[in-house]
Structures are given as C-alpha cells and as structure tokens.
C-alpha cells in the first residue's frame, strides 16, 4: 500500500500562484507515474499535469505554460507549482501515485480556490 498526503491548497486571487505538494510513504518502491488530477463540482476528474520515473511530463493544453510538475525522488514527494491562476483552475486536486505498472493509489484531494 502507498499512503499520499496532500498539502498546499488554499484561497488566491486571480493571477496568484500555489505550490501543491504530495508526500508518499509506505511501500514507495517501485513508483513509476505520478499526476496531478483536478475535478471541479458536477465534472469529472481530469489530469492536469502528470511526470515519469525517467522525468518526462505531461500537461494538460489548460494549464501549458502556467503549470510545472516536479518530483524529488529521494523524499518521495511530488510538486505542482501552479502560477498565473485562473478562477476556472478552482477544483479539488488530486495526487494519483502508480507503482509497478499496475497498482494506483489517489490522495484525498485538496481544495484549490481561485477569485476573481
């Protein structure tokens, strides 16, 4: 089992930036991909931004160039840097951590609030 906690959501105003960050513990071995996933109220749950084992990432077109994903392996924790925000970027995020191809595990979400 791997254990995900995720931190750093909160209330901005338009054009502000948040760093969320998600920290893995349990059996981490053997982690490939990790996203970042965001589900706004009535919607379904989209991925935002998601890195490889070998560092290769992935962005939603919506969040190109405002968004950065990031990990560091050695403390098991991966990073969304989020600048330039936008009120349609409000949604609960989600970390999602698969580990050896085949087993996902999610996180229990953080809100990100954003104001005009």
């Known amino acids: 089992q791997v254990q995900l906690v995720e931190s750093g959501g909160g209330l901005v105003q338009a054009g502000g930036s948040l760093r969320l960050s998600c920290a893995a513990s349990g059996s981490t071995f053997g982690i490939s991909g990790i996203g970042w996933y965001r589900q706004a109220p009535g919607e379904q749950r989209d991925l935002v931004a998601q890195?490889?084992?070998?560092?290769?990432?992935n962005y939603a077109d919506s969040v190109k160039g405002r968004f950065t994903i990031s990990r560091d392996t050695a403390k098991n924790t991966v990073y969304l840097q989020m600048n330039s925000l936008k009120p349609e970027d409000t949604a609960v995020y989600y970390c999602r951590v698969t580990r050896l191809g085949v087993y996902h595990y999610w996180g229990q979400g953080t809100q990100v609030t954003v104001s005009t």
């Open positions: 890195i490889s084992s070998g560092g290769i990432t």
